[in-house]
């Protein structure tokens, strides 16, 4: 069973679970299913409302966060550094994280986000690291707003193009293939950009 059918099946709450679970388990591929829920939004096939959507995944995102920011408080490095690599927390990463995070707390929250594994592990270092909670909420509501938004907005605007293209296809074919390499070339700058800004690289 995928996680888009998840998602499909139980709705709103599948994707509020699977998103939190992204956290924990490390395997749910967090982009991946927010841009095909994003497509789906827009089919109206299964009734998903686009704005219901964000929200539920943010709340969900959120809410996986703010529980492995919990373990990472409670129970410390030494208790993740020896179960960590049941849920693909291995030392190198545990390490490589807590560089960043000691570099500059707040950004490190907004703009890893956008890397895969290295967002699910900061939270942890953010309990370690016993950031106050009036600063972590914040910062982690609005990184988590922005984080979904972006993949299910891209998603629709996607499906949109794609919708667009099909019944046009003679005027918008060129273009919308243009369209869509810029978005991909797009975003792969970003996901560069954004490894240069937190240097994550493994000669560290």
């Known amino acids: 069973m995928g996680f888009e059918h998840i998602a499909t099946t139980y709705g709103y709450t599948g994707v509020f679970v699977l998103l939190a679970l992204e956290y924990v388990i490390l395997i749910v591929p ?6 095909t ?3 789906f939004s827009h ?23 703010m529980l492995t920011y919990l373990i990472g408080r409670t129970v410390g490095r030494p208790v993740i550094q020896k179960f960590g690599r049941y849920i693909f927390i291995t030392e190198k990463r545990l390490r490589k994280t807590e560089r960043l995070f000691q570099r500059q707390a707040i950004w ?8 895969a594994v290295i967002r699910d592990i900061i939270p942890y270092i953010t309990g370690i690291n016993k950031l106050r909670l ?16 972006t993949f299910l ?16 296809w003679r ?6 293939v243009l369209l869509m390499i810029g978005v991909v070339i ?12 937190v240097d994550i690289s493994d000669e560290e």
């Not at 089919?43 to 996986?64: C, D, E, K, R, Y």
């Not at 009036?134 to 938004?149: D, E, H, M, N, R």
């Not at 907005?153 to 046009?168: C, Q, T």
């Not at 797009?186 to 800004?197: A, E, Q, T």
Request: proline letters at 3%; glycine letters at 8%.
């Open 30 to 35: 967090g982009e991946t299913l927010l841009t």
């Open 37 to 39: 829920l994003g497509v």
């Open 43 to 65: 089919t109206n096939q299964i009734h998903f409302n686009l704005p219901l959507m964000i929200v539920s995944a943010s709340l969900g995102t959120f809410t996986g966060s």
């Open 108 to 115: 490190t929250l907004i703009i890893t986000k956008y890397i």
């Open 134 to 149: 009036k600063i972590y909420i914040p910062v982690q509501l609005v990184a988590s707003f922005l984080w979904t938004s």
């Open 153 to 168: 907005i891209a998603g629709n605007l996607l499906e949109r193009a794609g919708a667009s293209i099909y019944h046009h």
């Open 171 to 176: 005027l918008e074919l060129i273009p919308g």
């Open 186 to 197: 797009g975003y792969r700058l970003m996901h560069k950009r954004m490894h240069s800004l």
